[in-house]
Structures are given as C-alpha cells and as structure tokens.
C-alpha cells in the first residue's frame, strides 16, 4: 500500500464547476504539500499545510490531522487549471527528514 | 532568487555515454533533493543533500549513478553508462528545513532520452 493514496486518478470537469482532489496518507507527517504539474510542465508547489485550511484565489487546501486526510478545492474551474495535481507528504522520522513522499498525481482536464 | 536552476532542460544522448545533469539551488536553502518522474512510476527521489553532505541515496538505481555536491550553490547527478531505461524527467528542488520545511521550489527538470 502507498503511503500516499490520491483521487481519483484522473478527473474531467465543465469549465465553472467545484472540483475536490483527495490525499490520504499512512505515515506521521509534518506538513502535507499540494503541487501542480502543468502537461510538459515543471512543478509548482501550492500550498503546504500542517493544520487547517489555506486558501488561495480560487484554490482552497484542507487538512484534517487527526483522519490524515487533505482535500484541494478548486472553485469556478476554469480550463487553465488542467494539470496533474500531486499530493505529498514531508515526515518527521528520522532519517528521512525533509524528503517528499508523492502520490501518484489527479490528472484534471477541464473542458470549456 | 530566480529558483532552482537546472541544465540542461532537454538531453538526447546515446546508449552508454556519459551524461551530467547540473542544479543550482535556491541561496540559502539547507536541502537539495533529486527526483526522477517516469510515467510508470511516478515522481521517485534518488538522493538528498543536507548541506552539502548526502543524508539518504538508497533511491539511486545502482552503481551507473552517482550524485555530487560539492559546495551549498551546486549539484550534479552523473549516469555512466546511460541506458534507455533511464529516459525520464529529472528534477531537482531545495528547500530550508528547521524542524518544518519552509516550501520546497522544484527546477524545471531535464528531460533526458537515450536512444
């Protein structure tokens, strides 16, 4: 089993519609991070969360700690957005402090 | 700042020949870390520096890989001999850590294929 489980794998959206991407996770964290991958594309980070809610334009971030579950929020779609989303996790055990634990990426296609 | 820097952004190199992918990291930031993205397997870290010292490379595929840092501005990963079924997306990204990351900035990757 991962230790970082996202869904769904791919999701196709009409242009203006809510979008909810979701991020489970097995491990104890220190912050979960939310990246976005443009097709051919580098990787933007988005958000990291350790607690709460962040919000950003039309891009909302959750985490609930104690269900280790992250959700991303994307509001009024638009097909611009159109990436992969990648969920990742940072631990605090030791040894690998610091390193990014991905999971395999919601592929969103929003069509106009 | 203007991020991490990585070259080159494209590579096409022959079977067995050596390649060297370069990384600048963000001034000031303690992490270096190189990934690899395949569509099989997804982003994969092969190693990570914390500063300038390699903490973890047990995700380097074997001996044909070798990673460097010798100062806090610099990084290079080395394949030698390079085979196709290294063709991937390599990525480098830093980040500051004390006790929690601040934001991990990622590279714009090289793409390298080995014919």
């Known amino acids: 089993k991962n230790e970082v489980e996202q869904s769904p794998q791919n999701l196709t959206a009409q242009e203006g519609e809510f979008i909810t991407i979701n991020c489970s996770y097995s491990v104890g964290i220190s912050a979960l991070h939310w990246l976005q991958q443009h097709p051919g594309g580098g990787i933007v980070s988005l958000f990291m969360l350790s607690s709460g809610k962040k919000k950003h334009g039309r891009l909302i971030a959750t985490i609930n700690i104690q269900e280790k579950h992250s959700s991303l929020h994307i509001t009024a779609s638009h097909p611009r957005d159109s990436a992969v989303y990648i969920c990742?996790?940072?631990?605090?055990?030791?040894?690998?402090?610091?390193?990014?634990?991905f999971g395999k990426g919601t592929k969103l296609s929003v069509k106009p | 700042d203007a991020g991490v820097i990585q070259s080159p952004r494209h590579e096409v190199t022959e079977m067995g020949q050596e390649v060297t992918l370069r990384c600048k990291p963000i001034s000031g930031h303690d992490y270096l870390f190189w990934y690899r993205q395949t569509m099989m397997r997804g982003l994969e870290l092969l190693i990570y520096f914390n500063n300038n010292v390699p903490i973890d490379d047990s995700g380097m595929p074997e001996d044909r890989f070798s990673a460097k840092m010798p100062n806090a501005s610099f990084s290079t990963l080395k394949i030698q001999p390079s085979e196709p079924r290294d063709s991937a997306v390599y990525f480098c990204?830093?980040?500051?850590?004390?006790?929690?990351?601040?934001?991990?900035?990622f590279g714009s990757g090289t793409r390298l294929t080995v014919v």
């Open positions: 990742a996790v940072t631990g605090h055990y030791g040894g690998s402090q610091g390193n990014l634990i």
């Open positions: 990204a830093s980040t500051q850590w004390e006790g929690v990351s601040y934001g991990y900035t």
